[in-house]
């Protein structure tokens, strides 16, 4: 079964929809083994959407994705669940277990998935509380935890089952600079010591160069660019300039949809 | 006239597909519990604790205020054709049969119900349950299952500990303050108030406290993901409770006499 080709992950012609919105439209991508792959693009591009696709949390309605040559569509309840312990996912905002403290959070995926002893988890939770440098908060509960804190709680309990494949919605979204360079740190550090593949989501340019191997720039449903960080930023697609430059003008509209202003404010829209 | 006919097909297909969906849901709900019963009894234990114990309070209060009611009334009533023994018999009959089960259900869905909705939703709309599902835990066997397993146990032990309070409460009223003779009131209710009207009590409690559990984590698992969602997760939580246990209620009674 282990197929032990360059890509880990692939996906084929995917589509989906939520709702009369076509979110992909044919897209193909590949991820590396063991290397760090970040996904940008604009907001609403379905960035959050494609982690769930990968992850079978969202089901495609037309198109194929393997993880390991194997196509995740066809696996069964058990052998998803067997798939997912294979993957570490940090959320967005983190997603501690609010009834449980710091400590707990992290043994959490161990208390469920192995038959360890007490002294064991303890040892396991406390060297990846000290990973991430929360050694001293694990009798804190999630509430009493800054935004940053939280989420290095939840990366040390998305690396606690020792995954093969790490994947980060949004990692750097609302840190501080010491947090955020701790973080990128911790990031590229365990890819490249632990052998982890790593899926970055982002749309934080800078900080996404700094870490990636490789990228790929979203844009309507698609793959709009691919490559290095520094390839991406020499390119000459006008998508990819306004992307990685930050600026308003360009083939992604600022504005929504919406009627001429003009014709607003003067109310003849409503006529 | 042809939209408003289109709207009520709309509104019955709707609702019986929710419906359907509450079936297969309870369903994998009863599926899981036996070995979560077996496995995991602390994560019951705890929900017990959460639903029962700390509904102890309201409980008692309401039961002794409850009994107290039923003895007033059925001493002023009674007393009328100077069988003032009986104060006890009504107030038991009423309390054990009725009163016991579907009010201690009513509080426990204001009181439980409510906290398991808001909590359940709120897991959902802070990414918890969908952590859960990455982590590969099954969030149905492992949130949903313990907190209906702890409603569900812990009803039928409030609703007992109501109908006592409530006795108790109907004591005071009748033999203390009216002064009906203690012997002939608690004779009188041991005559009278036989095994099978006590396992009537019972098994409304056990069917309340399945359906109050039930329906409080269907509506936290099906919430919408907003405050404003989860707010009115809660409040369809008690609305639609209130309304099965007296359905229920109505239906047991039927079937029992």
């Known amino acids: ?271 | 006239m042809n939209v408003l006919f289109r709207d009520l097909y709309n509104t019955l297909i709707e609702f019986l597909r929710t419906f359907g969906a509450f079936q297969l849901f309870a369903l994998r709900i009863i599926r899981h519990s036996p070995s979560m019963l077996l496995s995991r009894f602390d994560l019951v234990v705890a929900q017990v604790f959460n639903s029962g114990a700390l509904s102890l309070v309201i409980i008692m209060v309401s039961g002794l205020f409850v009994g107290a009611v039923l003895g007033l009334q059925a001493y002023s009533n009674l007393s009328l054709f100077n069988a003032e023994d009986w104060t006890g018999v009504a107030a038991a009959f009423g309390l054990v049969k009725e009163l016991g089960p579907v009010i201690t259900a009513l509080l426990f869905a204001e009181r439980a119900g409510t906290a398991l909705t808001s909590e359940i939703g709120l897991m959902k709309a802070t990414d918890q349950l969908s952590a859960m599902e990455m982590m590969a835990v099954n969030p149905v066997r492992r949130v949903l299952v313990p907190r209906f397993l702890g409603g569900f146990i812990a009803m039928p032990l409030l609703a007992a500990i109501f109908s006592m309070v409530g006795m108790f409460g109907a004591h005071l009223v009748g033999v203390e303050l009216f002064g009906v003779d203690v012997g002939s009131f608690w004779q009188q209710i041991q005559l009278t108030v036989e095994m099978s009207d006590i396992n009537e009590g019972i098994l409304k409690s056990i069917v309340f406290g399945a359906v109050a559990s039930l329906i409080a984590v269907w509506e936290g698992y099906n919430a919408m993901p907003t405050a404003e969602g989860v707010g009115r997760a809660t409040t369809r939580s008690v609305v639609i409770t209130a309304i099965a246990v007296l359905v229920f209620d109505f239906m047991i009674t039927a079937a029992m006499i």
């Open chain 1, 1 to 271: 079964m282990a197929d032990q080709s360059d890509n880990l992950i692939e996906i084929h012609d995917l589509v989906y929809s939520r709702g009369p919105r076509r979110i992909f439209d044919g897209l193909n991508l590949a991820i590396k083994r063991g290397k760090i792959t970040a996904i940008m693009g604009p907001s609403g591009t379905g960035k959050t959407t494609l982690l769930r696709l990968i992850t079978r949390q969202l089901i495609p309605s037309h198109g194929v994705i393997t993880v390991d040559g194997v196509d995740i569509a066809t696996l069964s309840q058990a052998e998803l669940y067997q798939l997912r312990q294979r993957f570490g996912m940090l959320f967005q905002n983190g997603a501690l277990l609010t009834d449980l403290s710091v400590f707990e959070n992290v043994a959490f995926p161990l208390r469920e998935h192995t038959k360890l002893s007490n002294r064991l988890i303890r040892h396991v939770v406390l060297t990846k509380l000290h990973a991430v440098g929360l050694r001293g908060a694990a009798d804190l509960m999630p509430a009493q935890l800054s935004g940053g804190m939280a989420r290095r709680v939840a990366l040390a309990r998305a690396m606690v089952m020792d995954p093969d494949i790490l994947i980060y919605d949004e990692p750097f979204v609302g840190l501080d600079p010491i947090s955020m360079g701790v973080i990128v740190r911790l990031v590229r550090r365990m890819n490249d010591a632990l052998g982890i593949t790593s899926i970055i989501v982002s749309h934080d340019v800078e900080e996404v160069s700094t870490v990636a191997d490789y990228s790929f720039l979203l844009s309507e449903g698609k793959v709009a660019a691919s490559g290095s960080p520094t390839e991406l930023r020499t390119a000459n697609s006008e998508l990819v300039r306004q992307f990685m430059h930050g600026m308003a003008d360009g083939p992604v509209a600022f504005h929504y949809d919406a009627p001429g202003y003009e014709e607003q404010l003067l109310g003849r829209d409503s006529e």
